[in-house]
């Protein structure tokens, strides 16, 4: 068995910006291992680490060479492997493409069955992992991906990198293993922290790369995250009134800005404190990577956290720069703030005609005057009263006014935010403010809904609205695009319908694609709302899987059209839970229904002629009558269990009908009469499952 060794490859650059460098990490790491696959060396772990000028790999336990291969393989009998003129033959011809040779190097012997066969006899010799390591590692480099990021080209170099290349590091053990890119050759010499370890600095082993980059000014990616939250929680230990808000993408960002972090304390003017905290926090972490502090009431305070890349020696002059820069940046969003308090909110609606919501849709107004005419729908399924709902309309009609405000055009994020706040200063109702400020939610996963019943509907209209609008332009989501975010807006409807009393989601859908029809948009109205619905549907299916409710049950119900989603899920729960309790009971009905469904011609109708009827069918004609009230009742009441126990008690009498009678029977107005009795029997279950689901997949 060979040694095993330890490989380090370190790509030194310019300063990365952070997204592509932690993709870039993740690369580095595939790329490595498949490259090593592939050459034949075996090998370990492999790592990679990353800071703003350097990315690395380390693999370890790589052995020192690939392994000597000598193999012998027996192939075909040598008579049929050649023919007379001992030529190759097409036997021969393959064997020798399967391993790897050329048909007129195969070998003939005598093997052990004093027959004569073809022999392929391969051989391959050892190679060290130092003639392999060179071009494995330019072949690494050059394969690395930017994805948005524009690769770049400088001086006379035809390669590229997203930052240009100023040192390559590549060590097996003690050795330095040679290759060039981008016109930089490889050496054990990497680069320190700009000011805390200029210069350079010699690797002597991949073992020792860790503690050589902290002696040189530099913590790799775990060490940075930990020492800015140990700073951090030293900060709020001392100052236990105060909490330091770290958002996840802002602090993994953050992370990658610096190769030695150190948290001070900056802090603003007061006066900053009278703009929204939203702007105020979204300018800091967004343009400058600042964490605001709050009080453990919530209050945000003037203080904020930055995170320095510089000597201590600087702390006053990094802080004072720091402030400086904030200071123009508040400045800013406080102007924006005060300039558009000066017109009331519901002066912005008309100039959102100038923008445009989608090409063929309209305007952002066409779909706030859309908005404010089906909420009006909402409001009157959900039987809201008068004052609730001149309230939605109002909040529906205010909603989308902020997006033509100067802080919202410049912290666009904070869309709806802003509406709030501008809606509370020229005195709405403050459930009107609360819905404006909220109706975008949920915005992503796990994300709440808005808070109360008039929050809920704007959101709720909005989404259906966008979602109805693309179906109708024949543009619904795909597989690789959803630019308007249809599938996320489908599962905030389904959340908010859940939390609201029983509402006909099909109604909603035809009122919003009728209000595009008034609008003098061309499509069938029908076919898209079957569109439409599909798509909810199919929402609703993975929805009730991730609850971990069998595949069938969902199917049962998706497949009779229910797409409200309490009722939805309400009766997949109940549906799974009785085929849990009795599995043979429903498995009998779904053959006796899959068999029933086959028989029957809708074409006849449920009209039975009862005069004519034996006791066996009888007997399931009555069981049917007193099923289909029960089932009736029970669904108008929402008990689903009590819906499928009726259906159970068909059990018994459709088992003896079956038994007993001769469906297909000679004389053509009894033969039909119990088709009309099967029609009656499989439309008891018609309102509450698709039970020959439970028969499909068997």
């Known amino acids: ?281 979204e300018s800091m972490l967004t343009n400058q990577r600042y964490f605001p502090i709050y009080t453990k009431d919530g209050e945000l305070t003037r203080d904020f956290v930055i995170v320095s890349n510089g000597a201590a020696s600087a702390d006053k002059a990094i802080i004072d720069g720091n402030e400086r820069v904030v200071r123009a940046r508040l400045d800013d969003a406080k102007f924006f703030f005060e300039e558009d308090l000066k017109h009331p909110l519901d002066e912005y609606v008309p100039r959102l005609s100038k923008v445009v919501f989608q090409e063929k849709l309209g305007s952002v107004l066409d779909k706030t005057n859309r908005m404010t005419k089906l909420i009006l729908v909402c409001a009157e399924l959900l039987k809201a009263d008068d004052e609730l709902t001149k309230l939605c309309e109002r909040a529906a009609y205010l909603a989308k006014a902020d997006l033509v405000t100067n802080a919202v055009v410049e912290f666009t994020s904070q869309q709806g935010v802003m509406g709030g706040y501008y809606a509370r200063a020229m005195g709405e109702d403050p459930r009107v403010c609360k819905a404006i400020a909220q109706h975008y939610r949920p915005r992503f996963s796990k994300d709440v809904t808005p808070d109360d019943f008039v929050g809920k509907l704007v959101a709720l209209v909005d989404k259906l609205d966008t979602i109805c609008g693309m179906f109708a332009i024949n543009e619904p989501p795909t597989g690789s695009s959803d630019p308007f975010a249809q599938r996320r807006s489908a599962l905030g409807i389904i959340a908010i319908l859940q939390e609201l009393p029983s509402c006909s989601l099909k109604s909603l859908i035809d009122a919003a694609l009728n209000l595009f029809k008034e609008q003098g948009l061309d499509f069938d109205v029908p076919a898209v709302s079957a569109c439409v619905c599909e798509f909810f549907s199919v929402r609703l299916q993975a929805l009730a899987k991730e609850q971990s409710v069998s595949a069938e049950s969902i199917s049962a119900i998706a497949a009779i059209g229910i797409i409200d989603p309490r009722e939805f899920f309400a009766r997949v729960q109940a549906f799974d839970s009785a085929r849990t309790r009795e599995p043979q009971l429903f498995e009998d009905l779904a053959i006796a229904f899959a068999r029933a469904s086959h028989l029957t011609d809708a074409s006849l109708g449920t009209d039975v002629n009862v005069s004519i009827l034996t006791p066996a069918e009888q007997q399931l004609f009555t069981a049917c009558s007193n099923g289909r009230d029960n089932v009736e009742k029970a669904l108008s009441n929402g008990e689903y269990a009590r819906a499928l126990a009726s259906l159970a008690e068909l059990r018994e009498p459709i088992d003896q009908f079956f038994n007993d009678v001769r469906i297909m029977d000679d004389d053509t107005e009894i033969r039909n009469n119990r088709f009309r009795l099967l029609n009656t029997f499989t439309s008891v279950f018609s309102k509450v499952a698709d039970i020959a689901a439970l028969t499909k997949k068997k």
């Open 1 to 281: 068995m060979s040694k095993s060794c330890e490989f380090l490859l370190e790509i030194g650059t310019e300063e990365m910006p952070s997204a592509p460098l932690i993709h870039a990490t993740k690369q580095l790491v595939q790329l490595m291992q498949a490259h090593l696959q592939k050459s034949g060396l075996t090998f370990g772990s492999v790592e990679a680490h990353q800071s703003p000028r350097r990315l690395a790999v380390l693999v370890h336990d790589l052995a020192a060479q690939t392994p000597e291969i000598n193999e012998i393989k027996r192939g075909p009998a040598a008579s049929i492997a050649f023919d007379a003129n001992k030529q190759p033959t097409k036997a021969a011809l393959g064997f020798a493409k399967k391993c790897g040779v050329d048909a007129h190097d195969l070998i003939e012997k005598t093997a052990e069955d004093g027959k004569n066969y073809v022999f392929a006899q391969k051989f391959i010799a050892a190679r060290t992992a130092q003639e392999l390591l060179g071009d494995m590692c330019h072949d690494i480099v050059a394969s690395l991906e930017w994805p948005n990021y524009r690769s770049q080209r400088w001086a006379f170099e035809t390669e590229s990198f997203v930052r240009p290349v100023r040192w390559l590091v590549a060590l097996l053990d003690e050795e330095v293993i040679p290759f060039s890119y981008a016109g930089v050759s490889s050496s054990c010499t990497t680069q320190g922290h700009r000011v805390l370890g200029h210069g350079s600095h010699t690797i002597d082993c991949p073992g020792n790369y860790r503690s050589i980059l902290r002696d040189a000014g530099v913590l790799l990616e775990d060490e940075r995250r930990q020492k800015i939250l140990d700073e951090v929680a030293a900060f709020e230990h001392t100052h236990p009134q105060l909490h330091v808000d770290m958002p996840k993408k802002t602090f993994e960002e953050v992370i990658n800005l610096c190769e030695y972090p150190r948290v001070l304390i900056g802090s603003f003017d007061q006066e900053f404190l009278d703009v929204p905290h939203e702007i105020i926090c």
